[in-house]
Structure formats: structure tokens, C-alpha cells
């Protein structure tokens, strides 16, 4: 059965960082292009960035570019991703989501096959 567990979540200051981790049971993991999500209250999920399997390509959502980083470590089967300079704008839902077949369309929910269940982070003003 495949999981993708999010973690690292929580409540933050305008300003500051956080560290999310997606830890996956797919196998091999190397071969997934992942990506993150996120869900704002009342709004739709939109795209935040993407590591290809073959990294280090990453592609990210100009909303984040330049603040949020993505990283894969492929021997703990996990990939992250460093918010810093955090907004209240980025108050929302973050989820992960595989992807078997890099399609290039990373913005694409559709191209996941895989989610993970969503971690909260909450940026206060």
C-alpha cells in the first residue's frame, strides 16, 4: 500500500521558516518526480513546487520562487521543502503527491498518482 505521510507543520510568524517532510512508501522512490500542494481555506489547491526524479530539476510556482526550496533525499525516501520568509498568504494546507511518469506537467494535479493526507501551516501576521 502506498503512503505518503506528511509532517513538520505548525503555527509560525510572518517572517519565519519551516521545514516539511513527505515520507514515501513507493518503491523505488528514485523514480518519482514529486511534487507539493497547497490548500488555502476556500480556495482551490494550486501548486507550490517539484523535484524531478532525475533532480536536482526543481520548477516551482512564482508565488514561492525564491523563498521555498525543494529537496529529495532518495536513500530515507523522503522529500522536503524549506519555507523561509513565510507570509500569511501561505497560511493553508501543503500536500505531497508522486508522480510514476514524469510528465513535465508539474503543475498538473492530475499527474500525480499518489497524495498524501496534508499538513497545516499557519503563518501569523
Known amino acids: 500500500q502506498v503512503q505518503l505521510v506528511e509532517s513538520g507543520g505548525g503555527l509560525v510568524q510572518a517572517g519565519g521558516s519551516l521545514r516539511l517532510s513527505c515520507a514515501a512508501s513507493i518503491r523505488p522512490f528514485s523514480s518519482y518526480t514529486m511534487g507539493w500542494f497547497r490548500q488555502a481555506p476556500e480556495k482551490e489547491r494550486e501548486f507550490v513546487g517539484a523535484?524531478?526524479?532525475?533532480?536536482?530539476?526543481?520548477y516551482y510556482a512564482d508565488s514561492v520562487k525564491g523563498r521555498f526550496t525543494i529537496s529529495r533525499d532518495n536513500a530515507k525516501n523522503t522529500v522536503y521543502l524549506q519555507m523561509n520568509s513565510l507570509k500569511p498568504e501561505d497560511t493553508a494546507v501543503y500536500y505531497c503527491?508522486?508522480?510514476?511518469?514524469?510528465?513535465?506537467?508539474?503543475?498538473?494535479?492530475?499527474?500525480?498518482?499518489?497524495w498524501g493526507q496534508g499538513t497545516q501551516v499557519t503563518v501569523s501576521s
Open positions: 503527491a508522486a508522480d510514476r511518469v514524469d510528465s513535465g506537467d508539474y503543475a498538473n494535479q492530475r499527474a500525480y498518482d499518489y
Open positions: 523535484i524531478a526524479w532525475n533532480e536536482p530539476s526543481t
